[in-house]
């Protein structure tokens, strides 16, 4: 408990002084969903809609979006408290609200195949830490080939 607490504490410090740009936009709305996204008692359950998804085929160049949803299963909020692609040319937006049980979320990815080498398959990653009991760490996956700009 005592280390829950000393977590807490450096958490609100980091989102205190780390928020430059949103600095009194939201901070104890912030800080509040993120203590419940530690607390055991407030975890519920996420359902994947789509985990996988491919793109298929684009020219180099273009940048590729791609939505993956999901649904609070449980009976409490939501709360995505890491969403991180694998690599730099990968983007990612996502629900950033708490999703209230029975509601969709989604994480949107943008791909820049300017990244990608010609005619060659691609798979890439996101990593996601929620407050779900069944899955607080999931992972995303999108796949797709980059064709040659003619």
């Given at each position: 408990?005592?280390?829950?607490?000393?977590?807490?504490?450096?958490?609100?410090?980091?989102?205190?002084?780390?928020?430059?740009?949103?600095?009194?936009?939201?901070?104890?709305?912030?800080?509040?969903?993120?203590?419940?996204?530690?607390?055991?008692?407030?975890?519920?359950?996420?359902?994947?809609?789509?985990?996988?998804?491919?793109?298929?085929?684009?020219?180099?160049?273009?940048?590729?979006?791609?939505?993956?949803?999901?649904?609070?299963?449980?009976?409490?909020?939501?709360?995505?408290?890491?969403?991180?692609?694998?690599?730099g040319?990968?983007?990612?937006?996502?629900?950033?609200?708490?999703?209230?049980?029975?509601?969709?979320?989604?994480i949107?990815?943008?791909?820049?195949?300017?990244?990608?080498?010609?005619?060659?398959?691609?798979?890439?990653?996101?990593?996601?830490?929620?407050?779900?009991?069944?899955?607080?760490?999931?992972?995303?996956?999108?796949?797709?080939?980059?064709?040659a700009?003619?």
């Amino acid at each position: 408990m005592k280390k829950l607490l000393i977590g807490l504490v450096v958490l609100a410090a980091a989102v205190a002084f780390g928020c430059n740009s949103n600095a009194g936009n939201g901070l104890q709305s912030s800080l509040k969903d993120q203590v419940h996204q530690f607390d055991t008692a407030n975890f519920t359950s996420i359902q994947w809609l789509d985990s996988i998804k491919d793109f298929g085929e684009v020219t180099q160049g273009e940048k590729v979006k791609i939505v993956f949803q999901f649904v609070n299963t449980g009976d409490k909020p939501l709360y995505l408290a890491e969403v991180k692609p694998g690599c730099g040319c990968t983007l990612a937006d996502y629900t950033k609200s708490a999703v209230l049980p029975g509601k969709e979320g989604e994480i949107t990815a943008e791909y820049d195949s300017n990244h990608g080498f010609p005619n060659q398959p691609v798979r890439k990653t996101i990593s996601v830490t929620c407050n779900a009991r069944n899955k607080t760490h999931s992972t995303l996956v999108f796949t797709g080939t980059v064709k040659a700009k003619a």
